[in-house]
């Protein structure tokens, strides 16, 4: 298959959906289903069961085992019950639950493997035509009875434990089902121009008893362990993004970014009570335009092209030239090339091997990037470029704060507003051409192993895009208190 | 497996500005030594895993701090989730030596109710030449507060492996004996996934591998 299946997403029709619980009403959607290779019934993995499952989480599907058959894919209510639990992790999901997100997508990749479920393009068909349920099956975490819910409390618990880790907006970055997860920035965007003017979302990240960071540094613990225990029965070196990103001391640099949030929070807060009423409201109506700014808006990624290396570092070099900090983006440059060259390799691969003998497929395996080797190489790099975009924030807010020069709080917030979308425009990018290079190199790969790594990568780059813009609202406090002090 | 490690300590290295911080824990991490380096900026991380006794690995997690007065402010909310720190002075500015009193002083003042062990470092001992803190002097100031003292250069790769492995030696001994604790939202030491020694979780496993097969 060559590039002509622009749509990644579509490469599974619905109609082969194999579970026999065929949704009929899946005629109407628009889409214009790509034919390829049927979806694998079951998705059972012994070897990721055994080594993936984390003990705690065995702990909790412990009691349900006695439950006869709890994976059986043939099972209709399965499907019904997936499509509910779907709806129901998806719809309580806010941006920020999304950033716990790898704890997602396991619990998907898990539920997957151990329930036979439907591919995540059917799923994503599947919460596109029944968008009116949404409201209602939302309010219930809890799936309806049936003999198939049992395997699902099990995710549920898990996945319920998350949520209730991090705030819950009401709005969703998911609701649009997987495949709007093609267009992850804009929808993202949408979850926050709506649901919050910027202000109150931080407030209540700050408010919570965990923090953002502490909730990736236990899901990155999580993952350490599992890790563990999968070198020890020797499986597949699967990119973990919670290590990566930690690797690139993406965690340590949200940590810090948050103390500083935190700080700044405390002295805005006390320098205002100390103030007299009219001085307050004078000091407010000040700050307003300055949370304006931290209302992302909508921004539309359609007309958006590839940019060379050169746009990019230069459009990033002048938003920073504009918040006049000492800091260079050079990593944050540095890992964006590395990432296209290693995407122009496998492409330029592909394209050999393809021009030479697409018949043999054993010398060409040799040569030809897999696309399990895709999917890690991707994985490395949002979670580097993410990484990297937590340090120029941290680094930007330490210099807000203890810097040298004098610039209005407005402008930094407008400059850092706009380098926040250039990154997720940038990740967005990223995550729709490795899975355009992941459907074109995998055309032969059976959809059951090529579907769980497209959806890992637009998981992935939606977290990313999460954790960059929960990075910038750590922004607004530090630039109030840097304009309070400006004025007195 | 890189991800196996038995304890992840965290280190703060302090010190005055130009002292030669960053280059010595760039020297630790990447094996390197940059020749000029921007001063740093608030605070830069840095890991590494270090081998204690064979098979033992402890994962450092290395909190860079700007000696320039200005991010002072910054450095002190750092000393509360640290266990161990580097204090380090170049023995060629007396004047960094002086202030060693002042940035212990700070430290203690900071990091209640916890402890950090710290290690004296006499750095750029390359510069014998230049030399204006004598060994002995080091030695006696270092004795006094109960640290260790030891010289090191980033440039000729002298001492640096042994200032960081001798301080993550003896905080593990005081983990050992249990009087450096794990405690709940303290990050100072954190226990890692080590699959020789937890042995429930490794029987675990196993059986649950027996029975698939």
């Given at each position: 298959?060559?590039?002509?299946?622009?749509?990644?997403?579509?490469?599974?029709?619905?109609?082969?959906?194999?579970?026999?619980?065929?949704?009929?009403?899946?005629?109407?959607?628009?889409?214009?289903?790509?034919?390829?290779?049927?979806?694998?019934?079951?998705?059972?993995?012994?070897?990721?069961?055994?080594?993936?499952?984390?003990?705690?989480?065995?702990?909790?599907?412990?009691?349900?085992?006695?439950?006869?058959?709890?994976?059986?894919?043939?099972?209709?209510?399965?499907?019904?019950?997936?499509?509910?639990?779907?709806?129901?992790?998806?719809?309580?999901?806010?941006?920020?639950?999304?950033?716990?997100?790898?704890?997602?997508?396991?619990?998907?990749?898990?539920?997957?493997?151990?329930?036979?479920?439907?591919?995540?393009?059917?799923?994503?068909?599947?919460?596109?035509v029944e968008p009116t349920e949404d409201a209602n099956a939302s309010d219930s975490p809890a799936v309806p009875g049936g003999e198939s819910s049992s395997p699902m409390a099990g995710a549920l618990g898990f996945l319920s434990s998350i949520s209730t880790a991090v705030q819950s907006t009401g709005k969703?970055?998911?609701?649009?089902?997987?495949?709007?997860?093609?267009?992850?920035?804009?929808?993202?965007?949408?979850?926050?121009?709506?649901?919050?003017?910027?202000?109150?979302?931080?407030?209540?990240?700050?408010?919570?008893?965990?923090?953002?960071?502490?909730?990736?540094?236990?899901?990155?613990?999580?993952?350490?362990?599992?890790?563990?225990?999968?070198?020890?029965?020797?499986?597949?070196?699967?990119?973990?993004?919670?290590?990566?990103?930690?690797?690139?001391?993406?965690?340590?640099?949200?940590?810090?970014?948050?103390?500083?949030?935190?700080?700044?929070?405390?002295?805005?807060?006390?320098?205002?009570?100390?103030?007299?009423?009219?001085?307050?409201?004078?000091?407010?109506?000040?700050?307003?335009?300055?949370?304006?700014?931290?209302?992302?808006?909508?921004?539309?990624?359609?007309?958006?092209?590839?940019?060379?290396?050169?746009?990019?570092?230069?459009?990033?070099?002048?938003?920073?030239?504009?918040?006049?900090?000492?800091?260079?983006?050079?990593?944050?440059?540095?890992?964006?090339k590395a990432a296209y060259i290693w995407m122009t390799e496998v492409e330029a691969k592909g394209m050999e091997e393809n021009a030479e003998e697409p018949e043999t497929e054993t010398s060409g395996k040799k040569k030809k990037a897999t696309v399990e080797e895709i999917h890690d190489l991707a994985i490395?790099?949002?979670?580097?470029?993410?990484?990297?975009?937590?340090?120029?924030?941290?680094?930007?807010?330490?210099?807000?704060?203890?810097?040298?020069?004098?610039?209005?709080?407005?402008?930094?917030?407008?400059?850092?507003?706009?380098?926040?979308?250039?990154?997720?425009?940038?990740?967005?990018?990223?995550?729709?051409?490795?899975?355009?290079?992941?459907?074109?190199?995998?055309?032969?790969?059976?959809?059951?192993?090529?579907?769980?790594?497209?959806?890992?990568?637009?998981?992935?780059?939606?977290?990313?895009?999460?954790?960059?813009?929960?990075?910038?609202?750590?922004?607004?406090?530090?630039?109030?208190?840097?304009?309070?002090?400006?004025?007195? | 497996?890189?991800?196996?490690?038995?304890?992840?300590?965290?280190?703060?290295?302090?010190?005055?500005?130009?002292?030669?911080?960053?280059?010595?824990?760039?020297?630790?991490?990447?094996?390197?030594?940059?020749?000029?380096?921007?001063?740093?900026?608030?605070v830069d991380f840095f890991s590494r895993l270090v081998e204690i006794e064979p098979g033992k690995r402890i994962k450092l997690q290395i909190w860079d701090t700007a000696g320039q007065e200005r991010f002072r402010s910054i450095t002190r909310a750092y000393y509360r989730n640290s266990v161990g720190g580097?204090?380090?002075?170049?023995?060629?500015?007396?004047?960094?030596?002086?202030?060693?009193?002042?940035?212990?002083?700070?430290?203690?003042?900071?990091?209640?109710?916890?402890?950090?062990?710290?290690?004296?470092?006499?750095?750029?001992?390359?510069?014998?030449?230049?030399?204006?803190?004598?060994?002995?002097?080091?030695?006696?100031?270092?004795?006094?507060?109960?640290?260790?003292?030891?010289?090191?250069?980033?440039?000729?790769?002298?001492?640096?492996?042994?200032?960081?492995?001798?301080?993550?030696?003896?905080?593990?001994?005081?983990?050992?004996?249990?009087?450096?604790?794990?405690?709940?939202?303290?990050?100072?030491?954190?226990?890692?996934?080590?699959?020789?020694?937890?042995?429930?979780?490794?029987?675990?496993?196993?059986?649950?591998?027996?029975?698939?097969?």
């Open positions: 298959m060559s590039g002509e299946n622009e749509n990644t997403m579509d490469n599974t029709s619905p109609q082969e959906s194999p579970d026999g619980a065929e949704p009929t009403g899946l005629d109407s959607v628009e889409k214009v289903p790509v034919v390829s290779e049927p979806v694998a019934v079951t998705r059972k993995r012994p070897e990721s069961k055994s080594n993936s499952v984390s003990m705690e989480e065995e702990e909790e599907k412990a009691p349900e085992k006695k439950d006869p058959e709890p994976s059986e894919p043939k099972s209709p209510s399965g499907w019904g019950s997936w499509g509910n639990w779907g709806k129901s992790l998806i719809s309580t999901a806010s941006a920020t639950v999304a950033t716990v997100g790898h704890g997602i997508s396991t619990a998907i990749e898990k539920a997957e493997s151990t329930l036979g479920v439907p591919s995540p393009v059917e799923l994503s068909f599947r919460s596109n969703t970055v998911l609701t649009g089902g997987l495949d709007a997860l093609e267009f992850i920035g804009k929808k993202t965007m949408d979850v926050i121009a709506e649901g919050d003017p910027g202000f109150k979302k931080t407030k209540g990240l700050m408010n919570r008893n965990s923090t953002l960071s502490q909730v990736l540094r236990e899901a990155k613990e999580r993952e350490e362990q599992r890790v563990g225990s999968a070198a020890e029965t020797q499986t597949h070196g699967k990119a973990h993004y919670g290590l990566l990103f930690d690797e690139h001391q993406g965690l340590a640099h949200l940590e810090a970014l948050e103390l500083l949030s935190k700080e700044s929070e405390a002295k805005v807060k006390s320098i205002l009570s100390a103030q007299p009423g009219e001085k307050v409201v004078e000091l407010k109506t000040e700050l307003e335009p300055l949370k304006e700014t931290f209302s992302l808006e909508e921004f539309d990624d359609d007309d958006e092209v590839e940019k060379g290396d050169e746009d990019f570092s230069q459009e990033i070099a002048s938003l920073f030239a504009s918040l006049q900090i000492t800091v260079r983006p050079d990593k944050l440059t540095r890992a964006r490395h790099s949002l979670a580097e470029l993410t990484a990297c975009s937590m340090e120029l924030f941290h680094k930007s807010a330490t210099l807000i704060l203890h810097g040298e020069t004098q610039v209005p709080a407005v402008s930094r917030g407008k400059a850092l507003s706009q380098m926040t979308i250039t990154l997720c425009k940038e990740l967005s990018l990223l995550s729709k051409k490795v899975t355009t290079l992941l459907t074109t190199t995998g055309a032969l790969e059976k959809s059951d192993v090529l579907n769980p790594l497209i959806t890992g990568v637009f998981l992935e780059a939606s977290n990313s895009a999460s954790y960059i813009q929960d990075a910038f609202q750590l922004l607004l406090p530090v630039l109030e208190i840097s304009h309070i002090q400006s004025q007195t | 497996m890189e991800a196996i490690w038995l304890y992840q300590f965290r280190l703060i290295v302090i010190g005055d500005s130009t002292v030669g911080k960053s280059c010595l824990i760039r020297r630790f991490t990447e094996g390197r030594f940059a020749q000029v380096s921007d001063p740093t900026v608030g580097l204090l380090l002075f170049d023995i060629t500015n007396r004047r960094s030596f002086q202030n060693v009193h002042e940035w212990l002083e700070e430290a203690k003042a900071h990091v209640q109710p916890y402890q950090i062990v710290f290690v004296l470092v006499g750095h750029k001992c390359d510069l014998d030449t230049q030399r204006q803190v004598t060994r002995h002097e080091a030695d006696k100031l270092a004795t006094a507060y109960g640290m260790r003292y030891i010289e090191t250069s980033a440039r000729d790769a002298i001492n640096v492996e042994k200032a960081f492995t001798d301080l993550t030696r003896d905080i593990y001994e005081l983990v050992r004996k249990g009087e450096i604790n794990i405690q709940e939202g303290w990050e100072g030491v954190k226990s890692g996934f080590v699959p020789n020694v937890v042995h429930s979780s490794e029987e675990v496993i196993k059986s649950d591998r027996r029975c698939l097969c």
